[in-house]
């Protein structure tokens, strides 16, 4: 069955140091999403992105980070500086469709330390 | 988004049916029952949904009230691997699910 698959598994960097979380999506999928999870805490949505194109985001997903579809097969997670409190598990996640009827399928996610 | 409310754990025994109920008394005629876990280092994984009628997949069985105001996520022969955090939740549609604290699920061998 196809997966999504993310890279690294896990990220160790310092404070106020840029890093790329990557993505491969599953390949016929047309939506993409970054969640986070905190140690212990709820999954929380970051963005979704359509067609080259931030379509929603909350308001963890400041202006430090950003995202990207660099080609046809990778999606980034950039944090431009990062802080501790961004210390956290993120997941990539892909749909066929936008909407009720159309799963989310997960990566098993990039376990980020920042020190 | 509509709240859903689980028990924060359950456990059940190998082999065995297990009844993981969501309570959701404000659901919109729109919102759509998805029902998602999350074993121990892993990613959300997608097990279910549905609107009105009940639901059978090779995972699981959703039984939804004719109300909608609750629904059940049916596991018929629970193993260990079914050991995790089932989440219940509403989707209005659009793409962002928002996840409770969802209910642990431990299996006894």
């Known amino acids: 069955e196809p997966e999504v698959t993310q890279t690294p598994s896990h990220q160790v960097t310092q404070m106020g140091q840029e890093v790329i979380l990557r993505c491969v999506p599953i390949?016929?999928?047309?939506?993409f999403y970054w969640y986070r999870q905190i140690l212990g805490q709820k999954v929380e949505f970051l963005v979704s992105f359509y067609n080259n194109e931030i379509s929603e985001k909350s308001e963890i997903f400041d202006d430090q980070f950003s995202v990207e579809r660099p080609d046809g097969s990778n999606f980034t997670l950039k944090i431009r500086s990062t802080k501790l409190e961004d210390s956290a598990m993120y997941f990539c996640a892909s749909s066929e469709d936008r909407g009720k009827n159309s799963p989310l399928h997960f990566g098993n996610g990039t376990r980020l330390t920042v020190t | 988004d509509a709240k859903t409310t689980q028990p924060n754990s359950m456990e059940s025994n190998e082999e065995e049916p297990v009844h993981l109920p969501c309570n959701h008394s404000t659901i919109s005629g729109t919102d759509y029952i998805h029902w998602y876990r999350q074993l121990p280092s892993q990613g959300p994984e997608y097990v279910i949904h549905?609107?009105?009628s009940n639901v059978n997949n090779r995972m699981a069985s959703l039984a939804i009230a004719e109300d909608r105001k609750s629904s059940t996520l049916i596991l018929h022969r629970a193993t260990l691997r079914d050991a995790a955090v089932y989440y219940c939740?509403?989707?209005?549609?659009?793409?962002?699910?928002?996840f409770g604290t969802g209910t642990r699920l431990t299996i006894i061998p």
């Open positions: 549905g609107l009105t």
């Open positions: 390949s016929n999928h047309l939506y």
């Open positions: 939740i509403l989707s209005f549609g659009n793409e962002k699910l928002t």
